[in-house]
């Protein structure tokens, strides 16, 4: 056989074989160079497991020596015991911004807030814990400079509405809903936790969908100018949207528009468009400024001359009226005394006209007897007085 030495001097295990000094085993009569028997071996080998391991009096017999005894009172404490332990196990802690979800054999019933908790352990209840005060990001389309490979580019490269590509990187700030839902629906981290699995993905997955549909319907001139802020508001409300059709408790806080560039063969192009772009925005804003400048300063002068205008032909008017009414009143007094009103109005334009004369006119018999006085200082006053009036008038 294989395992045999054919020297006649070892045995299957490397070991001389084991004899009488006659040369003959205790294994049956066998000769020395014969091998061991098989059946000798496992007999031997029971033998000492039954001496290693005796039984006791609960196994079925022996020679009496045996373990401890077993009784109700034994039974009672262990299995007192284990219930104890399996009650015990039902305790848990909900530490604060986290939510216990709690299942009754595999189906929702509960959900709880911060604090120690207990529940029915397994398998009648199970609870899982949901982090729901943290805001999470995904990245889209930028992982680092080390980092990026195909895969971002992949997500990174969109086409625009204009048959362009547009080199698109974003990321999604979102949690999970924590806010009071209708009757008969699951709270938010419940279905968060049931309604899908690998959530970042999915977040993923939905985040680069509505970007790509939001870009396509867009120039690519608009994604790299004033666009920016309309692109990532449409794309957060498609998200969104999106995900309250998956039942999915997951709210999208804000999109985070990054950067869009052009294809690297275009880029200069497009960067002379863009500064092109900037360029003539900033002489509009010149342009615009100047009109609000200019216009109001010419609609003010068009104002004060109207009101000028209207200010000279009020005052011509009240002073054309005042002169008709006053030649009405005269000729109403001349009518009734012609003599007295014809004297009157002839000594009044006499004194009209003589009033700025320096003129003594003396009567012939005023000679008579006393000296007239002639007060030349005051007439020469009243003349440099009457100059200086004129002049300054002038």
């Not at 019933?109 to 805001?135: M, S």
């Not at 949207?241 to 528009?257: H, K, M, P, Q, T």
Request: charged fraction near 25%.
């Amino acid at each position: 056989m294989p395992w045999q030495d054919n020297s006649g001097n070892r045995g299957p295990w490397g070991q001389p074989p084991r004899g009488d000094n006659g040369g003959n085993r205790n294994n049956g009569g066998r000769g020395q160079g014969e091998p061991p028997d098989l059946e000798d071996l496992l007999e031997a080998s029971r033998q000492r497991l039954r001496r290693a391991f005796p039984r006791g009096r609960g196994g079925g017999g022996g020679d009496g020596r045996g373990g401890l005894p077993f009784n109700s009172s034994i039974a009672g404490l262990v299995g007192a015991g284990v219930l104890a332990l399996w009650l015990f196990s039902g305790i848990y802690q909900v530490n604060p911004g986290e939510r216990a979800l709690v299942t009754t054999f595999g189906k929702f019933t509960d959900i709880q807030a911060q604090g120690l908790k207990w529940h029915v352990p397994f398998p009648v209840q199970a609870v899982e814990i949901v982090l729901v005060d943290r805001t999470r990001t995904i990245d889209v389309g930028f992982r680092g400079t080390a980092q990026r490979g195909a895969e971002a580019l992949s997500e990174s490269l969109m086409l625009t509405g204009d048959k362009n590509i547009a080199d698109v990187t974003f990321s999604v700030d979102w949690n999970i809903d924590t806010s009071p839902q209708p009757e008969g629906e699951l709270p938010g981290p419940a279905k968060f936790a049931f309604n899908i699995e690998n959530q970042d993905n999915v977040v993923r997955a939905v985040a680069e969908a509505a970007m790509r549909e939001v870009v396509g319907g867009n120039r690519l001139e608009l994604l790299l100018t004033s666009g920016r802020g309309d692109v990532a508001e449409s794309t957060r409300q498609i998200m969104q949207e999106a995900l309250n059709a998956y039942d999915s408790g997951i709210n999208i806080i804000r999109v985070n528009y990054q950067k869009a560039d052009a294809p690297p063969q275009v880029r200069d192009a497009f960067l002379d468009v863009f500064n092109a772009g900037s360029e003539a925005e900033r002489r509009v804003n010149d342009a615009q400024r100047y009109y609000n400048e200019k216009i109001p300063l010419a609609r003010g002068e068009a104002q004060k001359i109207l009101e000028d205008a209207a200010a000279y032909a009020a005052r011509v008017t009240a002073d054309a009226r005042g002169q008709a009414e006053r030649f009405n009143q005269i000729y109403e007094e001349y009518r009734q005394a012609p003599d007295v009103t014809r004297q009157r109005m002839y000594l009044e334009t006499v004194e009209s006209v003589l009033a700025d004369m320096n003129k003594i006119v003396i009567e012939d018999d005023a000679g008579g007897g006393v000296v007239p006085y002639l007060p030349l200082n005051e007439l020469n006053n009243n003349r440099r007085a009457q100059s200086s009036a004129s002049g300054g008038s002038q």
